[in-house]
């Protein structure tokens, strides 16, 4: 599949960690793969609710996409929270390609699912569902109104208007209303996805997702070679050839946004006989070339044949659930396996990092697994006073270890754990191996017992034949397989005009960080804090800004108006170019994109409400409002933004944000350290 450009920052992302694969509750959908072990659910004695006759569902991803996933989830529900993750994931593998579609589906045995629903459904219409999406999975254990408060005021909502919403009967109607879509389409558990049309039931591996990813891309590619356009059209065909018995309720209930009836129910043909829902999916037999260095932490006999790799992160709360099922399989098998610790902290646990370097630092003392039991019995007190209390507890020498923690001594470690992890596509937390299988059934000790017997039959006829316990592992694992992740820069060099854009740094730098951003895109905004680091820390790179507004209002390339005040507030940023204010203007824009266009309305009574807000603005960055303003309806504009689409074309943008380093597509993770270090290579000749 060719990869494509634009990149979607990541919200932060919790944990699918390879063992995970049960869901919440048992749907009854067409061509479902499905995950292990389901809870039933009764959803459908009560009688249905009044619901809203229309709805908005929220989306994010490209209008382009030739996949939308939908996804029917549950604040509340663990499975969902891992789920959420792998989304995020393919989110960034499948920038251009993959677009998320959010139905709610709260649960009735979980207290929070229904007002934390609510919650997001409010913030939806201050255009900040996604926001609000990305606090609740990674804060789950969190969920409370307090914290939809405190969460309302971190992604900056109109906190007056949102506590009304909250109230607003249409608000609960409308998630009354996914709540009946979901029901119709015969997924009363979560979480619950359709891949263009295609059934998933469960948080099933991320492999699971990509294989229908790509098969679906491949039948898109396949469809537009004949003459049809990526697009919402496109999906709406597929979807009704994937599944020709819920094809047709898909696109009026959820791409349409169209209410079901009273009592929706899936058609007789759509249900799955109830006994395959039940059985877990089949082990995975693929062993991946987990590599050990020889330094880390191990619990068991050394020379034991099976060796179980967990990769961890202290924060996550799903690490400290599989501890158990871990300790009885070491039990279980006293001489014959050793668990070895690996780490892999996640950049939105702020605590991750500092825990597991204070981990290697009690480590160097003899003291891991010590400190180990405390942290993860602990993970509210991760803190710099939490660790040192931790540590103390743990038995540690203070003086050698707050040295150690000071100067970051072991932190070297953890990213080569890091580095290694990324060519056995461990993308969560925890991800478990056992003799380089990647355990994806489950995490109860039945499930670690059945792959350690089969992997003893094998170790025993490697002993028997002559290798030494001590090298079985190396040995069954040295053909294994290793995933060798895309180049960060694509090879492909795109001639970029840079004359008559905006250039933050010198023009004539010898690094350029071209950026193809949107107004109302909430990821451009996200990444300007990333990108200004990279400026200031990095000697000789300038950011050029060029435009690709997702709406069909001012973009030909868009079949929809995806983001409708993004046309406007470019007319202005440009107005404000024209006086040497674009920065500035642009700071002005991205810190109120979700605030500056009511959500309702007819839409040029909304761009009349925007057009208050940006005369204002413009004002506030010293831009002449009278002279802006002719220059906007004056259409002076036009010439740019033909230039920036054209280049876009040529450069296979198709979403926002996209960026290029020096002419080439940037695939890399949006973090300002891994961006450093690709811009050094780059500059030394190494890329």
């Not at 039931?201 to 049809?228: L, R, W, Y």
């Not at 006073?385 to 970051?408: I, P």
Request: with cysteine.
């Amino acid at each position: 599949m060719k990869k494509e450009n634009a990149i979607i920052a990541i919200i932060a992302a919790a944990v699918l960690g390879a063992i995970g694969g049960r869901f919440t509750a048992k749907p009854s959908a067409p061509a479902a793969t499905t995950a292990a072990t389901p809870e039933t659910v009764k959803a459908d004695a009560a009688p249905a609710p009044a619901v809203a006759a229309v709805a908005k569902v929220p989306s994010i991803g490209p209008e382009t996409a030739k996949v939308t996933i939908v996804e029917i989830s549950d604040f509340q529900c663990p499975f969902c929270s891992r789920a959420y993750t792998t989304l995020e994931d393919l989110r960034k593998q499948y920038p251009n390609d993959v677009r998320v579609v959010f139905i709610n589906q709260p649960l009735p045995f979980h207290q929070n699912a229904k007002p934390a629903a609510i919650a997001a459904t409010a913030a939806a219409k201050q255009g900040k569902f996604w926001e609000m999406y990305g606090k609740m999975f990674p804060n789950q254990q969190q969920l409370s109104d307090a914290n939809y408060q405190v969460w309302a005021k971190e992604i900056g909502l109109d906190m007056t208007k949102f506590a009304a919403d909250l109230k607003d009967p249409e608000v609960a109607k409308t998630v009354d209303r996914d709540m009946a879509v979901a029901t119709g389409l015969g997924v009363r558990g979560t979480p619950g996805f359709f891949i263009n049309g295609v059934n998933v039931s469960g948080a099933q591996p991320i492999e699971n997702f990509k294989k229908i990813i790509d098969e679906q891309i491949t039948k898109a590619n396949d469809e537009i070679g004949k003459g049809a356009k990526a697009g919402p059209e496109l999906v709406e065909k597929l979807t009704r050839v994937n599944n020709p018995a819920l094809g047709d309720n898909l696109i009026k209930w959820v791409f349409k946004g169209e209410a079901p009836p009273a009592n929706a129910a899936p058609p007789a043909d759509a249900a799955k006989p109830a006994d395959k829902g039940n059985q877990p999916p089949p082990d995975d037999k693929t062993v991946w070339k987990v590599v050990l260095r020889g330094d880390e932490p191990v619990k068991g006999k050394a020379d034991a044949p099976i060796t179980i790799v967990e990769y961890t992160d202290f924060q996550c709360p799903f690490c400290s659930k599989v501890i158990p099922a871990l300790d009885d399989t070491l039990k279980a098998y006293p001489d014959k396996v050793k668990l070895v610790f690996k780490n892999y902290p996640l950049s939105f646990h702020q605590n991750a990092m500092p825990a597991a370097e204070a981990a290697q630092c009690a480590k160097e003392q003899g003291k891991f697994w010590e400190i180990e039991e405390k942290l993860f019995a602990n993970q509210g007190e991760l803190d710099a006073a939490g660790l040192t209390k931790h540590a103390q507890a743990a038995g540690v020498n203070m003086a050698k270890f707050e040295e150690c923690v000071k100067n970051h001594k072991h932190k070297s470690v953890i990213e080569a754990d890091m580095a290694a992890a990324e060519k056995i596509q461990v993308t969560g937390t925890p991800s478990v191996f056992v003799q380089g299988r990647k355990m994806v059934a489950g995490r109860a000790p039945e499930d670690f017992k059945r792959v350690v017997d089969e992997e003893l039959a094998k170790a025993d006829a490697l002993i028997k034949s002559g290798t030494s316990a001590k090298d079985v592992y190396g040995k069954m694992i040295a053909d294994g397989k290793e995933f060798t992740p895309p180049p960060p820069l694509d090879p492909k060099v795109n001639n970029f005009d840079y004359d008559g854009s905006p250039i933050l740094g010198d023009k004539n730098a010898k690094i350029k960080i071209v950026e193809y951003k949107d107004f109302q895109c909430p990821f451009c905004a996200k990444i300007i804090p990333t990108l200004k680091q990279v400026q200031k820390e990095v000697p000789g790179v300038a950011i050029v800004f060029k435009h690709f507004p997702l709406s069909s209002q001012c973009n030909p390339k868009m079949s929809r108006d995806m983001h409708p005040a993004a046309c406007q507030a470019m007319y202005w940023a440009m107005a404000a170019q024209d006086q040497g204010k674009f920065w500035e203007m642009e700071d002005l824009i991205y810190n109120n994109y979700g605030t500056m266009m009511p959500p309702d309305g007819d839409l040029a009574a909304r761009q009349a409400a925007q057009l208050v807000k940006l005369k204002g603005w413009a004002k506030d960055a010293g831009v002449d409002v009278a002279k802006a303003e002719k220059y906007v309806t004056d259409k002076k504009y036009q010439s740019r933004l033909d230039k920036d689409l054209k280049e876009a074309e040529g450069a296979e943008v198709r979403g926002t944000p996209s960026l290029y380093i020096n002419g080439r597509s940037y695939n890399g993770p949006m973090q300002a350290d891994k961006m450093k270090e690709i811009i050094k290579k780059l500059a030394d000749g190494k890329l």
